[in-house]
């Protein structure tokens, strides 16, 4: 089974510009989470999804960051215009999860992540 | 509001030796998940283990059991026969309701031949 993909890898940008990170979750997983994480610290939920509907953004820098999954499947964040504290890596994430009720299990599978640097 | 404390931000280890990780948790909500993640420096998060609030039971996986005594709101991660590639960071984290995972500052774990 094809875990979750994320792309780009790596990104560097100047201040000012502004970027996109693609995600593809597991297959059939309903719950999609995007996650920062800066250096040397835990990852913090920036935005979390099931199916197409957003459940909790309640920490996501609205002036500059949006998102969206479309159909319930893929999800794009984006950052525009970015700033230096922007610099971190980006993690998405999935679980079957389809929420309260439900019989999926909520272990969340994490992509490799995407790493910004902003200059 | 939850909170997860790692109090330990580096730990040194000699393979084949047990190490324990240590994981304190504060929530209010009765209904709560508790998970151990690792992340090499490649960057990719990996699921280790989870123990659910009202489960009787330690929770483990193979090599990683976790010690969960809820009274004291600990959760602590124990991997036995150390190895290598087990050096990593690693991250307690924790859910309530809102199933969102709120994760700690993580431990700098090195095993050392």
């Known amino acids: 089974e094809a875990g979750v993909a994320q792309s780009p890898r790596y990104k560097i940008i100047e201040k000012r510009q502004s970027v996109a990170f693609w995600c593809n979750p597991i297959?059939?997983?309903?719950?999609l989470y995007w996650y920062q994480q800066i250096l040397g610290q835990g990852p913090k939920l920036l935005i979390q999804?099931?199916?197409?509907?957003?459940?909790?953004d309640s920490q996501l820098p609205k002036d500059r960051f949006s998102a969206e999954r479309l159909k319930g499947v893929d999800s794009t964040l984006k950052i525009q215009p970015a700033k230096l504290e922007d610099s971190a890596v980006y993690l998405c994430?999935?679980?079957?999860?389809?929420?309260?009720?439900?019989?999926?299990?909520?272990?969340?599978?994490f992509g490799p992540g995407t790493r910004l640097t902003v200059l | 509001a939850q909170k997860i404390t790692q109090t330990q931000p580096g730990m040194f280890v000699q393979e084949k030796e047990a190490v324990t990780l240590d994981c304190t948790y504060d929530?209010?909500?009765?209904?709560?998940?508790l998970f151990w993640y690792k992340q090499p420096s490649s960057g990719e998060m990996i699921f280790l283990i989870y123990?659910?609030?009202?489960?009787?039971q330690n929770a483990t996986e193979g090599r990683y059991s976790l010690n969960f005594q809820k009274a004291r709101k600990s959760a602590n991660l124990v991997i036995s026969a150390s190895q290598l590639g087990d050096s990593a960071m690693y991250f307690c984290?924790?859910?309530?309701?809102?199933?969102?995972?709120?994760f700690g500052k993580g431990t700098s774990l090195l095993v050392t031949p």
């Open positions: 994430a999935s679980s079957l999860f389809a929420g309260p009720g439900s019989s999926g299990t909520d272990t969340q599978y």
């Open positions: 297959s059939g997983h309903a719950t």
């Open positions: 999804f099931q199916n197409n509907g957003v459940v909790d």
């Open positions: 929530t209010s909500d009765p209904s709560y998940g």
């Open positions: 123990q659910g609030s009202y489960d009787q």
């Open positions: 984290a924790m859910h309530d309701s809102g199933y969102a995972l709120n």
